[in-house]
């Protein structure tokens, strides 16, 4: 699960964390702050190596003319441009000899 990272003293102050709105991180700037000092015990502070693991996304590829069917491999996905009713039902009938997977 995901690290929440509260502004310093949110739960003090209704103006600063009693919306969901205002629960966004900012950096601690006080002579005397223990979350800037990174006192032990206090709550901690974003850094480098606490981002999210992106899932990487499978590339879709654009069909806007036939010579772009003939370049798409096996099972892979497939969007159609803006064509003609004619284009797209040519293109659709070889699409599925290449078991292509059609995304809207």
Same mark, same amino acid.
């Given at each position: 699960?995901? &690290? &929440?990272?509260?502004?310093?003293?949110?739960?003090?102050?209704?103006?600063?964390?009693?919306?969901?709105?205002?629960?966004?991180?900012?950096?601690?700037?006080?002579?005397?702050?223990?979350?800037?000092?990174?006192?032990?015990?206090?709550?901690?502070?974003?850094?480098?190596?606490?981002?999210?693991?992106?899932?990487?996304?499978? @590339?879709?590829?654009?069909?806007?003319?036939?010579?772009?069917? @003939?370049?798409?491999?096996?099972?892979?996905?497939?969007?159609?441009?803006?064509?003609?009713?004619? &284009?797209?039902?040519?293109?659709?009938?070889?699409?599925?000899?290449?078991?292509?997977?059609?995304?809207?």
């Amino acid at each position: 699960m995901r &690290k &929440k990272f509260l502004r310093t003293h949110t739960h003090h102050f209704k103006r600063i964390g009693g919306k969901k709105k205002n629960l966004k991180w900012r950096n601690p700037r006080g002579r005397h702050n223990k979350i800037r000092e990174g006192i032990r015990g206090k709550s901690s502070r974003p850094s480098i190596g606490m981002k999210k693991k992106i899932k990487k996304k499978t @590339e879709i590829k654009k069909i806007t003319c036939l010579q772009d069917v @003939e370049k798409i491999e096996k099972g892979q996905q497939v969007k159609i441009g803006k064509l003609g009713k004619r &284009k797209k039902t040519i293109i659709l009938e070889k699409l599925k000899t290449k078991n292509a997977k059609i995304v809207k």
